[in-house]
């Protein structure tokens, strides 16, 4: 097949290296490129050919990246031009239509590759959107990417937060800044009847955590009359969560003052939420954790919801160490019969083996565990099956087994 119009260069596969390309899976590692056009520039489309000259693919070029290519398309036929962001932010954009509701005014818009979008994350929040391009061909297309979001979504807003990490490896500059309109002085949303403040400027990824809204209302309904200790709070949406659901007390605790300060500011724009019932502490969550085992606390209900602590694979080993310690201690300080809600956003850690660690810490706490839920991303996160590295986000909810007889606390979804 002749190169197309829109990709000035080519790529080929090494002998035997199409095989993930064959089962879609969209990228290319530097080792399996036996020869790349020397026209190609970062984020220049290019297409893909076997060793043997078969076309398989148009992706984006990126090297300086161990992510040589991120595929755009396994069609032939579809060009990589404006029109291609345009119809596929409005396929993400309708695919979350049915998930649109005056109670989540926040949603994910597009979710990168699982929305046939490589490196490009958006995120609303009421009328502002914020966008995150993390790969060098989403780089590349920006001024499509935002022309699409505005005639698609007509926000009054668009803001980049281009300024994770994943950027360095595609060998791009951070960037951040508003790109159209104009940011209101306040930029809020609501979930699950909660009103919260997003600082989208300065705040961790776009500002929130979107993806852990069906498990905030995961601990609202099994917090009612609970004791509860959140970890790693951040601007509190489990902790003003639980308080929804009916908890006793809430103990948040994360090591951030401006966080905390967030949190706080959260707590005031919901006057129906008890605000006495809750302490929010600036402190080290390892070392809190500690202090708090060496007095003897225990909670209802505990949630440990850690940094990314592996962004890639390679980092796995430290990852588990970390995660093991978090779990442990929080496994000792929930009372029992209490239920512990762990997670885990690393990407280098997968399922499979972030129960095994889980069970890990369970062992060498030498307390017995079951498992009454797994916990994931919203249904605007979606994560195809051919691309498993897009379910970054896992959690287990866990029951601590009860060693003494009735327990007075007792959530009615798992008694």
Partial sequence: MSRSADAPGTLTLKPGRERSLRQRHPWIYSGAIARADPRLAAGDTADVLSADGEWLARC?????????????????????????????????????????????????????ESDGLPGLVVDRYGATVVVQLGSAGA??????????????????????????????????????????????ETVAFVENAIAFRVDVV?????????????????????????????????SGGFALSALAGGAAEVLAIDSSADALALARDNLA????????RVE??????????????????????????PPKFAPTAAHAERAARAYK???LLALKLTRPGGILATFSCSGGVDAALFRRIVAG???????????????????????????????????????????????????????
């Fill in 325 to 327: 310690d978090v779990n």
């Fill in 60 to 112: 984006a070029y990126s090297p300086a990246s161990q992510i040589r290519a991120r595929v755009w398309t396994f069609d032939a036929r579809e060009a990589v031009d404006a029109a291609f962001f345009a119809r596929r932010i409005a396929q993400a954009a309708a695919a979350r239509a049915p998930l649109r509701d005056p109670r989540h005014t926040g949603c994910r818009l597009v979710h990168g």
């Fill in 361 to 415: 810490a369970a062992a060498d706490a030498r307390v017995e565990a079951t498992v009454v839920g797994r916990l994931a991303a919203g249904l605007d996160h979606p994560v195809t099956l051919a691309f498993p590295e897009g379910e970054y986000l896992k959690g287990l909810l866990l029951r601590k087994k009860d060693a003494a007889p009735g327990p007075a606390y007792a959530p009615a979804e798992l008694s």
């Fill in 202 to 234: 300065a705040g961790q990824k776009t500002g929130f955590f979107l993806d852990q809204r069906p498990n905030r209302a995961a601990i609202a309904s099994v917090a009612a009359g609970a004791r509860v200790l959140d970890l790693f709070c951040f």
């Fill in 139 to 184: 780089d590349r297309w920006r001024d499509a990417i935002v022309d699409a979001l505005v005639a698609i979504e007509r926000p009054s807003a668009v803001y980049e937060r281009s300024d994770a990490e994943v950027r360095r490896l595609e060998g791009l500059e951070p960037r951040t800044g508003l790109l159209r309109g104009r940011l209101p």
């Fill in 280 to 305: 929010w502490r600036e402190a080290d969550v390892f070392a809190e954790l500690r202090r708090l085992r060496d007095r003897g606390a225990q909670f209802d209900l505990v949630i440990a919801d």
């Fill in 269 to 276: 724009r919901n006057p129906g939420l008890p605000g006495g």
